[in-house]
């Protein structure tokens, strides 16, 4: 492998199917790995094999390479980027993307050795950037001497026109029906139970559209069969997300609190629907009902189907629409260049 310039972004990730190995996005480099190891099942065993190869690829590809800064994205490849500090003698900036050591499914073994992990390894960090506010502070509480930045998921809206796609009328939903719409991950965890079993009730009048992939699509499909006001549309590309969303009415964002790391959650898709003008019916949780609040940017209720299914029954359009006027307005802050700023001014007081 030739040798990389200074001053270059390099971005290590797996290579899927139908993407380069290697290519220049933006003037970032982008570099794809394809593992051998990868069709082997998800055992543990093999999961170590595959991580071990993983390990061997991106340490023999980059240790030599006079690196200045390693941004090692969640939990997983922390292990990878601390070896990779110790052979460049770069910075090392841990992106805590999540309340890593408390996350929704992680029990028993998995979870103790995650938080092993990461107790371990911290020492080694030279900065922390998490994700919302409340996270910040739990970090902070257990690493009281570990610089900590606040870096929202905010989406960079390149769009700051009025494009929009006409779902409403692509659905053909009658006038006095509001189209809801849910974003992102069909993941256990996030009400999407509780959203299909509300919608499917013949009492509730108003329409949702999921829009995702995930392991709970079979069963939305299946639904959206049966009942005609449950909806189902594949992933768009990312910079087409802010149009489609612009198509609704209200956007859901009722995540359960089954752990730390939803209950401290602040999730894209609540941005990206506060950035498309709509209105979020949002989970009474601290930091999502705080940018609700703090917006006006919607309602808070508790992620359960009683309560949506109440909540359901007292909105109208004439509602929603009053919640939605100005709103772009209001979230007018809620930028991706405001949390670069964050970003940036860590890259360089490491580099100083």
Not at 59 to 69: D, F, H, M, T, V
């Amino acid at each position: 492998m030739e040798r990389f310039p200074k001053k270059k972004l390099i971005i290590a990730g797996f290579q899927e199917k139908n993407y380069l190995k290697r290519e220049i996005i933006g003037g970032r480099l982008v570099d794809r790995w394809r593992l051998t190891t990868r069709p082997l099942p998800k055992d543990p065993l093999s999961q170590i094999i595959k991580y071990l190869e993983w390990r061997y690829r991106l340490i023999n590809a980059y240790s030599r390479e006079p690196l200045q800064i390693i941004h090692c994205h969640d939990l997983e490849p922390l292990w990878i980027a601390v070896d990779l500090k110790m052979k460049t003698r770069a910075k090392l900036v841990y992106d805590a993307h999540e309340l890593e050591t408390d996350r929704n499914g992680s029990r028993g073994i998995r979870k103790a050795l995650s938080q092993f992990q990461e107790k371990y390894l911290m020492p080694y960090v030279d900065h922390l950037i998490t994700v919302s506010p409340s996270i910040r502070d739990w970090y902070a509480q257990r690493y009281p001497d570990k610089p900590i930045s606040l870096v929202r998921n905010i989406p960079h809206v390149v769009d700051s026109g009025s494009k929009s796609v006409a779902a409403r009328k692509s659905l053909k939903l009658p006038d006095k029906a509001l189209l809801f719409l849910y974003l992102g991950g069909l993941n256990q965890g996030r009400g999407i139970e509780t959203m299909l079993q509300v919608f499917e009730d013949p009492g509730v009048r108003h329409h949702i559209l999921f829009m995702g992939s995930g392991p709970l699509v079979s069963k939305i499909k299946s639904l959206s069969e049966k009942c005609n006001r449950i909806h189902y549309l594949a992933p768009v590309p990312q910079n087409e997300v802010i149009s489609y969303a612009r198509g609704a009415d209200v956007g859901l964002c009722l995540t359960e609190d089954t752990c730390l790391n939803h209950r401290y959650c602040l999730p894209n898709k609540l941005f990206e629907c506060l950035l498309s003008g709509l209105p979020v019916v949002a989970s009474n949780l601290p930091d999502m009902a705080q940018i609700i609040r703090d917006y006006k940017g919607g309602w808070v209720i508790e992620p359960k189907a009683t309560a949506l299914t109440q909540f359901l029954e007292h909105l109208d359009p004439l509602q929603a629409r009053q919640v939605r006027h100005g709103l772009l307005n209001r979230v007018a802050d809620l930028r991706w260049e405001n949390e670069a700023r964050v970003l940036l001014d860590v890259y360089e007081r490491l580099l100083a």
